[in-house]
């Protein structure tokens, strides 16, 4: 019953910025750890950015410096912050939730996505 709806995608030009923004459709009492990935045509889905817990964050290498995750855990959501975009970013953006619930026990949850398009 757990729904996460992503928003804050769009067309942007090259160097420019983006927030994007993810809420859970319940409150999660335990959550493990936020995550972004994204997936660009013709590729794999790769992990952009992570927020455990504890709230330490990982990044990938292509985005070091130039992406940062946040969370407002009462508010059940997750943002990314972007800038610097290059066409490469060019991707849909989906955020994943790890969790523990009394009725899927741990469990990984998935946005529909938001599409971020970057012009050069």
């Known amino acids: 019953q757990v729904q996460l709806v992503e928003s804050g995608g769009g067309l942007v030009q090259a160097g420019g910025s983006l927030r994007l923004s993810c809420v859970a459709s319940?409150?999660?009492?335990?959550?493990?750890?936020w995550n972004w990935y994204r997936q660009a045509p013709g590729k794999s889905r790769e992990l952009v950015a992570g927020?455990?817990?504890?709230?330490?964050?990982d990044y990938a290498d292509s985005v070091k410096g130039r992406f940062t995750i946040s969370r407002d855990n009462a508010k059940n959501t997750v943002y990314l912050q972007m800038n610097s975009l290059k066409p490469e970013d060019t991707a849909r953006y989906y955020c994943?939730?790890?969790?523990?619930?009394?009725?899927?026990?741990?469990?990984?949850?998935w946005g529909q996505g938001t599409q971020v398009t970057v012009s050069s």
């Open positions: 927020i455990t817990s504890s709230g330490s964050t």
């Open positions: 319940v409150r999660i009492a335990r959550i493990i750890d």
């Open positions: 994943n939730l790890k969790a523990f619930t009394s009725w899927d026990g741990h469990a990984l949850y």
